[in-house]
C-alpha cells in the first residue's frame, strides 16, 4: 500500500488566490481527517470524514475554507481566497475508524505570499 | 471536549539515557491513546499505542504508561540513540470523536 497520498508538496501562492490540496486515503480505511501544523497551534484538526461524509467541520477556521470527499478515495480541501495566515503544513490522515491509529500523508507544505 | 496537556514542551538528554513525556487528559470517555514521532519535515508516525483495559505496553526501547484514575499517560524511552530527536505528540479519543492531540515535545538526544 502506497499509505495516504497528498498533492501537491509545496505550495507557494499569492494572498488572493484559490488554493486546493489532494488527498488519496489508504483503501479500506473510512475515515478521513484534515490537520493543520503551526508552531504556534500544534496539530489542528479542520474537518473530518466517515463514509465519505462530513461529520464535523468545527475546526474550519473561516468560509474561505472548504472541504470535500466525493469519494472512498478522494478528498480536497480548498481555500479561496488565501491569505498569508493561512502559511502552514497541512496534513491528511487516514484510519479505519475515529478510534483507530491514524497514517498522514507527507502533507502540503503552503505559504501564501 | 477533550483536552490533552503535555509536558515537557522540550527535553534534552544524553545518549544513552531515557527520557519521559507526561501528558494528561480532561475526558474520562477516552479510552485510546496513541503516541506519534514527527522527524524534521516528515510527516507523524504512529509509534506506539495503549487502549484503557491496558496500564502498560512495551516495544523494544519504547513502553507507554496509563493511569485512568489519574488521567494521565507517559512515554518512557530507554537507552536513547541519536536518531530519537524529534517531535513527539501524544493524543488521546473517546473512539467516537477524532483525536487530540497534545503541543508535542521535542526531543534532543546529545551525543
Known amino acids: 500500500d502506497a499509505g495516504v497520498i497528498q498533492s501537491p508538496r509545496h505550495e507557494v501562492t499569492e494572498m488572493g488566490q484559490e488554493v486546493t490540496l489532494r488527498c488519496k486515503p489508504i483503501?479500506?480505511?473510512?475515515?478521513l481527517f484534515w490537520y493543520r501544523q503551526t508552531m504556534m497551534r500544534g496539530l489542528e484538526l479542520l474537518i473530518y470524514?466517515?463514509?465519505?461524509?462530513?461529520?464535523?467541520d468545527s475546526g474550519m477556521p473561516e468560509d474561505r475554507f472548504s472541504a470535500k470527499m466525493p469519494n472512498a478515495s478522494f478528498s480536497t480541501l480548498k481555500i479561496q481566497p488565501s491569505e498569508p495566515r493561512d502559511s502552514a503544513v497541512y496534513f491528511c490522515?487516514?484510519?479505519?475508524?475515529?478510534?483507530?491509529?491514524?497514517?498522514f500523508g507527507s502533507g502540503t507544505r503552503l505559504t501564501v505570499v | 471536549g477533550e483536552n490533552v496537556e503535555q509536558h515537557p514542551s522540550t527535553l534534552s538528554v544524553q545518549e544513552g539515557d531515557s527520557a519521559v513525556i507526561k501528558c494528561t487528559y480532561s475526558?474520562?470517555?477516552?479510552?485510546?491513546f496513541p503516541w506519534y514521532k514527527q522527524e524534521l519535515g516528515k510527516r507523524p508516525q504512529l509509534i506506539i499505542d495503549?487502549?484503557?483495559?491496558?496500564g502498560e505496553k512495551k516495544d523494544q526501547r519504547i513502553a507507554v504508561t496509563l493511569n485512568k484514575t489519574a488521567k494521565h499517560f507517559s512515554l518512557h524511552i530507554t537507552e536513547t540513540q541519536p536518531e530519537d530527536s524529534a517531535v513527539y505528540f501524544c493524543?488521546?479519543?473517546?473512539?467516537?470523536?477524532?483525536?487530540?492531540f497534545g503541543k508535542g515535545t521535542r526531543l534532543s538526544v546529545i551525543a
Open positions: 470524514f466517515n463514509n465519505n461524509v462530513p461529520i464535523d
Open positions: 475526558d474520562s470517555a477516552s479510552n485510546y
Open positions: 483503501s479500506g480505511h473510512n475515515s
Open positions: 490522515a487516514s484510519s479505519f475508524d475515529t478510534g483507530s491509529g491514524y497514517t
Open positions: 495503549i487502549r484503557s483495559n491496558v
Open positions: 493524543a488521546a479519543s473517546p473512539g467516537n470523536t477524532p483525536l487530540v
